[in-house]
């Protein structure tokens, strides 16, 4: 029976870009050509056919344009296989075709998932997300967003807690500083503390602290002591007590307190409110503003300090006042008191009685009277208290000489001779 051919069909299928399998199957038709068959026509035609699918499959049929945007290429030795571009991130082995990840690259392929970002220390324990600081789901990647940070439509940012002093703008992120609070941010260096008066250059300013590298501490001045205890008043000496209770005034002689501190008064001493003032008992002393004085009366003026006046008979040097005797005026002043001098009246007397250069024995062994010299050849006086001579005469003559004689007789005369002194009036 002869099989009918649908020429047709045939024809339409070159023409199709987009054929369809028809005519018989590879076993009907290998039966068709087996041992002892005769092919028919359309035998031959459906062997045509599957041919040029095929053909039309690797786009080599004649009406067909060569695109080299299939991804597709026949190499005469492998056979139809896919094209992959060198760069293109695709690789094909036996086991088919396949994205090519670069290691380093931050994309992975799961079996049977597909792609996905390989995120820093993501497993399937930990939902893949690891400590990348990224999340995945199935919205897409996202940045997981921990404490301070925050995450909308704007894009990443810092979360600024409410009340934290923490200002966020397009500038970046700074401290956010009370006008009042004491704290500064400079431009380069960073926060620091505000001193009243100071600035960054080193400057404390008049706040009573000073900046360093080692701190913030008060700046003691004088007066002041800062140490491991705290800062405290420093002492110069024991006027000054200072204890936990506070610090007060160590009293001494004079000082007392009252509604403060006051000056006890004492003798000759008030105190009100104009002052501390002398108080003066009687019209002797005189008080004003110019300072203190004694009020003048007979016989006291002022020279270095308060001087007695001295009139006659009075004498005033430093050793007090005293009385002034007239020299030779028989009156006696010492520390006992004003006596009349007996040995200078009777001094006196002898002057006027005895005139001078009278010369008398003197049978003592004490010293020269007042008023009398020694007879001894000095001071104008004859000498006639030597020993050289066994005898000494004073005789009368017309003027003041001396001469020496010596006896010279058969026989030698014998004196007695009371020996003493001669003195003489001066």
């Known amino acids: ?31 068709r050509f087996k041992a002892g068959s005769i092919p028919l026509q359309t035998d031959y035609s459906d062997l045509i056919d599957i041919a040029d699918i095929g053909r039309r499959a690797v786009g080599k049929a004649p009406d067909q344009t060569d695109n080299p945007n299939s991804g597709l290429e026949l190499d005469n ?34 079996d049977g998932s597909g792609l996905y970002l390989k995120l820093a220390g993501g497993n399937s324990g930990n939902g893949w997300n690891g400590v990348s600081g990224l999340s995945l789901g199935s919205d897409g990647v996202k940045i997981k967003a921990n404490n301070g940070i925050n995450v909308d439509s704007s894009g990443v940012s810092v979360k600024a807690k409410a009340n934290g002093a923490i200002a966020v703008d397009n500038e970046g992120v700074d401290v956010k500083c009370w006008d009042n609070g004491g704290i500064q941010v400079t431009d380069n260096t960073g926060i620091y503390l505000k001193l009243e008066g100071g600035d960054t250059h080193g400057s404390s300013g008049t706040s009573g602290l000073s900046l360093s590298k080692n701190g913030v501490k008060v700046k003691a001045s004088n007066g002041i002591n800062v140490d491991g205890n705290g800062v405290s008043v420093k002492a110069k ?9 506070g610090i007060s005034v160590r009293l001494g002689w004079g000082i007392k307190i009252g509604d403060g501190l006051d000056v006890k008064a004492g003798n000759g001493i008030t105190a009100d409110w104009n002052g501390v003032s002398v108080k003066s008992k009687d019209n002797t002393i005189s008080v004003d503003p110019t300072g203190i004085s004694v009020n003048l009366g007979w016989g006291v003026k002022v020279g270095g300090g308060l001087d007695v006046k001295a009139s006659n008979g009075i004498n005033v ?81 017309n003027q003041i000489s001396e001469s020496f004689t010596y006896l010279s007789t058969g026989d030698h005369p014998r004196i007695h001779a009371a020996h003493a002194r001669f003195i003489m009036k001066k």
């Open 237 to 245: 000496d024991n006027t000054i007590n200072v204890d936990p209770t």
């Open 317 to 397: 040097d430093s050793n007090g006042v005293s009385v002034k005797a007239k020299a030779g005026s028989g009156i006696k002043v010492d520390s006992d008191g004003v006596s009349i001098d007996i040995q200078s009246i009777v001094s006196a007397l002898s002057d006027l009685i005895i005139p001078p250069g009278t010369i008398v024995p003197f049978y003592s062994d004490g010293g020269l009277p007042n008023g009398w010299v020694w007879c001894d050849g000095n001071n104008g006086t004859p000498d006639l208290n030597n020993t050289s001579s066994n005898l000494n005469l004073v005789s009368g003559w």
């Open 1 to 31: 029976m002869e099989k009918k051919h649908n020429l047709s069909t045939s024809q339409s299928n070159t023409e199709n870009t987009n054929p369809e399998s028809k005519g018989p199957s590879s076993d009907e038709l290998k039966n």
């Open 77 to 110: 030795n492998h056979g139809l296989s896919v094209k992959t571009n060198p760069a293109g991130g695709i690789s094909v082995d036996s086991s088919g075709i396949a994205v090519k990840c670069w290691p380093s690259g931050g994309i992975t392929v799961t």
